[in-house]
T-cell receptor
Framework: GAGVSQTPSNKVTEKGKYVELRCDPI?????LYWYRQSLGQGPEFLIYFQGTGAADDSGLPNDRFFAVRPEGSVSTLKIQRTERGDSAVYLCASSDHGLAGGDTQYFGPGTRLTVL | AQSVTQLDSQVPVFEEAPVELRCNYS??????LFWYVQYPNQGLQLLLKYLSGSTLVESINGFEAEFNKSQTSFHLRKPSVHISDTAEYFC?????????????WGAGTKLIIKP
């Protein structure tokens, strides 16, 4: 079956611009996660959705970052007024339930964001 | 705060030699432990995980990891590596924080196989 997909695979933008990153999870997965990965580091948690609602957004660095999942499937991560420090690979993952800590998360290939 | 330490950023090893990738975590509560692997130009995928029961867990491609509660470690080992094992390996801990489980990740270890 289809895995997690993310679009675009690469995004280059200028400082101050607005960007949207899309994630299409595995069909039927209720939990969806966004992470950010900088060079030489592991993924850093941003936000977790259970269905349509954000169950934990404690990882969002500031109010320029926002994410939605209106129908409980596709999610969009939105970044306003981008800064050079936002440059990273943004990863999306989904899992069956998300309510139990032992769930396996299935990752997409990521979107590489470069802010010039 | 929870943290995961992968002590080596890179581990070079000859083909068919054994390897150990080290992972330590800080936690005073029960956790679930994971190793994920990222092959060149691919996304992260689960290699193996510890939830409960036997402290030794195995993957289908010959890797194993042992949960050591007293040392808060979850080191990954393979008795004989192959060129196809070239990848970056990430250790992660799932811990209950602020009413939800969160995955806390190590910085990764690049396994470099020398022919």
């Amino acid at each position: 079956g289809a895995g997690v997909s993310q679009t675009p695979s690469n995004k280059v933008t200028e400082k101050g611009k607005y960007v949207e990153l899309r994630c299409d999870p595995i069909s039927g997965h209720t939990a969806l996660y966004w992470y950010r990965q900088s060079l030489g580091q592991g993924p850093e948690f941003l936000i977790y959705f259970q269905g349509t609602g954000a169950a934990d957004d404690s990882g969002l660095p500031n109010d320029r970052f926002f994410a939605v999942r209106p129908e409980g499937s596709v999610s969009t991560l939105k970044i306003q007024r981008t800064e050079r420090g936002d440059s990273a690979v943004y990863l999306c993952a989904s899992s069956d339930h998300g309510l139990a800590g032992g769930d396996t998360q299935y990752f997409g290939p990521g979107t590489r964001l470069t802010v010039l | 705060a929870q943290s995961v330490t992968q002590l080596d950023s890179q581990v070079p090893v000859f083909e068919e030699a054994p390897v150990e990738l080290r992972c330590n975590y800080s936690s005073s509560v029960s956790v679930y432990l994971f190793w994920y692997v990222q092959y060149p130009n691919q996304g992260l995928q689960l290699l193996l995980k510890y939830l409960s029961g036997s402290t030794l867990v195995e993957s289908i491609n010959g890797f194993e990891a042992e949960f050591n509660k007293s040392q808060t470690s979850f080191h990954l080992r393979k008795p004989s590596v192959h060129i196809s094992d070239t990848a970056e390996y990430f250790c992660a801990v799932s811990a209950y924080m602020d009413s939800n489980y969160q995955l806390i990740w190590g910085a990764g270890t690049k396994l470099i196989i020398k022919p």
